[in-house]
């Protein structure tokens, strides 16, 4: 999958732009060395809903950090989470989704935590959250196709419907619970961002302009106008992440001006816009 040059970062490390998913993820291929080290400090920070209730309330906060290096998917997962997590991060902005991902890990925590079950289990790592943003993506871009041309809401379903199958076998209900509503307060948050317009049956508390995918037009400060895409394709070997990619960049200025881009941001718009358009 192609890879965009620069990225609206934090902070740079060398030519890397250190965004939240980046952080994330640099945490995770951290926690593998610290397993190495002491195991136990990894237990730890996962959560466990009794021991948050005895007030080790940094478990809701702390596991995603936990991600074992014990079989090979951790590093599949850490992969996938780079690509998913960035894609919507490009879309709605970093500020907006580091709170989207403080949200999904802290408030499923707190609510499971509340609920005493007779089966529990640590949970722990960045797959869980993956699955809430793949679920996001795919319900925000129904005609997004992933490998081998699978559309990417039927892989977002096998992933969820897998491990619901799995944590009913294992008994391991807490976990269950937590990623269920991670996927809900993903969505709800995603929503409140203009993603997922589909979902009309959540309500948006803050207002603001619907995420559209049709031809639209928004006016900047200064009396200039933005036309939104869908841009037509003139070479059909564009990428079809190029076209998501410029959908979100003038989705967030529909909801937010165009004033809202980074420099970075705007040298991609006027970028994408010009290789869709054939020039």
């Excluded at 609510?111 to 959250?129: K, P, T």
């Excluded at 081998?148 to 619901?164: E, K, L, M, N, Q």
């Excluded at 008994?171 to 269920?180: A, D, I, N």
């Excluded at 809900?184 to 979902?199: C, D, H, I, N, P």
Aim: glycine content about 10%; proline content about 4%.
């Amino acid at each position: 999958m192609p890879e965009r040059p620069t990225r609206d970062g934090w902070f740079k490390v060398g030519a890397l732009d250190v965004t939240t998913t980046a952080l994330l993820v640099g945490l995770g291929i951290i926690s593998m060395f610290v397993y190495a080290i002491n195991r136990s400090v990894l237990l730890d920070l996962a959560f466990l809903g009794p021991l948050v209730r005895q007030g080790e309330v940094w478990r809701l906060v702390t596991w995603p950090m936990v991600n074992p290096p014990t079989e090979i998917w951790v590093v599949l997962t850490l992969a996938f989470f780079w690509f998913v997590g960035h894609r919507i991060e490009d879309s709605i902005g970093r500020r907006r989704f580091t709170t989207m991902i403080a949200l999904m890990t802290v408030v499923p925590a707190a609510l499971v935590s509340l609920v005493q079950f007779d089966a529990v289990a640590y949970a722990f790592g960045l797959g869980i959250l993956g699955i809430g943003l793949l679920v996001v993506f795919a319900l925000d871009n129904p005609g997004a196709m992933f490998f081998f041309g699978i559309p990417a809401w039927a892989i977002a379903g096998v992933y969820v419907g897998i491990d619901i199958l799995r944590y009913l076998g294992d008994r391991r209900f807490e976990t269950l619970f937590l990623e269920l509503g991670v996927i809900v307060v993903g969505l709800v948050t995603a929503r409140q961002y203009g993603l997922v317009s589909s979902l009309e049956f959540i309500p948006r508390f803050g207002g603001g302009a619907s995420k559209k995918r049709t031809a639209r037009s928004t006016k900047r400060q200064g009396g200039s106008t933005v036309v939104a895409g869908p841009w037509p394709v003139a070479d059909a070997g564009h990428s079809t992440l190029d076209q998501m990619e410029l959908d979100g960049l003038l989705d967030k200025i529909s909801a937010q001006g165009i004033d809202s881009l980074s420099r970075t941001e705007k040298n991609r718009l006027n970028e994408l816009s010009k290789k869709l358009r054939g020039r």
